[in-house]
């Protein structure tokens, strides 16, 4: 679990700690990109590993059981991940406006970053109803359960690693 928050918290540091960026020569900016993307990468793993134990932890599976749920849960992981890279958009065009934030831009990322809430809270939804035919009603519960509490575990250490907007 100490990974899957100090994921996020680095991922919000480095953006943040990016503002500045636009001074870089393009090759540096580069550099730093490509040195980015290969940290996200090896922290994705690190943090989707915890999940997988957490969730072998308390999902309580029989083998049989476990054989439906987990095709399923890499679907949902997937598209997660998907939604996870849209938000480091968001994230990125914030801190690429910090320091020269206007109206329309706080706008655009606001409501980007609602409505990418929303597909998450869809996305936990279908697999949910997915979940509960694939297993039980008490199961899918279970999941969406914790699920949830990660999820919320990750923007807390991500939105708390982000300055306020000035």
Do not use: H
């Amino acid at each position: 679990m100490k990974k899957v928050t100090r994921y996020f918290a680095c991922l919000g540091i480095m953006v943040v700690a990016g503002i500045p960026a636009a001074a870089q020569t393009a090759t540096a900016e580069q550099t730093r990109e490509a040195n980015l993307q290969a940290y996200i990468s090896m922290l994705r793993k690190d943090v989707k590993a915890d999940k997988v134990s957490i969730l072998t932890e308390l999902m309580v599976l029989s083998p049989e059981e476990a054989a439906k749920f987990w095709p399923v849960y890499n679907e949902y992981d997937k598209a997660l991940t998907k939604l996870a890279d849209e938000r480091i958009v968001f994230i990125r065009m914030y801190a690429d406006s910090y320091a020269s934030m206007t109206s329309e831009k706080a706008t655009k990322i606001a409501m980007g970053l609602m409505d990418l809430e929303a597909k998450r809270v869809e996305l936990r939804r279908q697999y949910f109803i997915r979940l509960s035919k694939t297993l039980t009603p008490i199961d899918a519960a279970r999941w969406l359960q914790v699920e949830s509490q990660l999820e919320k575990l990750l923007d807390l250490q991500i939105l708390a690693n982000l300055p306020i907007v000035e």
